[in-house]
T-cell receptor, first 113, second 115 residues
Framework: SQQGEEDPQALSIQEGENATMNCSYK?????LQWYRQNSGRGLVHLIL?????REKHSGRLRVTLDTSKKSSSLLITASRAADTASYFCATPNSGGSNYKLTFGKGTLLTVNP | DTEVTQTPKHLVMGMTNKKSLKCEQH?????MYWYKQKAKKPPELMFVYSYEKLSINESVPSRFSPECPNSSLLNLHLHALQPEDSALYLCASSLGQGAVSEKLFFGSGTQLSVL
């Protein structure tokens, strides 16, 4: 069953603006990951945030995790056309193998030059 | 070398054909994965190998047969596929420690069309 659900499903912004994507999940997790996928290509790992962390930064990316609300957000600051991609959150299978990651439906981000 | 290499990049096959997808990594990872992704959908896990042993099979039809000949290679053998099996097939690898959720390294995928 789907664990993570992103919103919005699609987001279109101008270059230089910030983009925020949200992910909600259903069961307790020990960490949450974000991945990027350029059209028709493989996924690239962006960031992993553990359940005892509230916020994590990597370059222009900022990820927050609120375990009480079972939600996470990904903020991309000063967006570039090259940030155009689909973004997925991924959570481990509750009570199961740590090898089993379930991906959310994804947010398609379009950054217009 | 932080790459996962998948071949071929594109594959068109008939429903009676037998073909194989190949995946290779040289990062010393001990867990390898096959995911299937339909257009505009998230990747769905098919199989996981841990230390060359099949550890997860997500109830995948037997027309898909995985094989892990060694720690660097992963194959997916295809036989008697259906048109609805057309999708992007992604291979991934991870360290394989298993204690916590693993960061996955993905290949670029094989775009499969079944006619």
């Amino acid at each position: 069953s789907q664990q993570g659900e992103e919103d919005p499903q699609a987001l279109s912004i101008q270059e230089g603006e910030n983009a925020t994507m949200n992910c909600s999940y259903k069961t307790s997790i020990n960490n949450l990951q974000w991945y990027r996928q350029n059209s028709g290509r493989g996924l690239v790992h962006l960031i992993l945030i553990r359940s005892n962390e509230r916020e994590k930064h990597s370059g222009r990316l900022r990820v927050t995790l609120d375990t009480s609300k079972k939600s996470s957000s990904l903020l991309i600051t000063a967006s570039r056309a090259a940030d155009t991609a689909s973004y997925f959150c991924a959570t481990p299978n509750s009570g199961g193998s740590n090898y089993k990651l379930t991906f959310g439906k994804g947010t398609l981000l379009t950054v217009n030059p | 070398d932080t790459e996962v290499t998948q071949t071929p990049k594109h594959l068109v096959m008939g429903m009676t054909n037998k073909k194989s997808l190949k995946c290779e990594q040289h990062m010393g990872h001990r867990a390898m994965y096959w995911y299937k992704q339909k257009a505009k959908k998230p990747p769905e896990l098919m199989f996981v190998y841990s230390y060359e042993k099949l550890s997860i099979n997500e109830s995948v039809p037997s027309r898909f047969s995985p094989e892990c000949p060694n720690s660097s290679l992963l194959n997916l053998h295809l036989h008697a596929l259906q048109p609805e099996d057309s999708a992007l097939y992604l291979c991934a690898s991870s360290l394989g420690q298993g204690a916590v959720s693993e960061k996955l390294f993905f290949g670029s995928g094989t775009q499969l069309s079944v006619l």
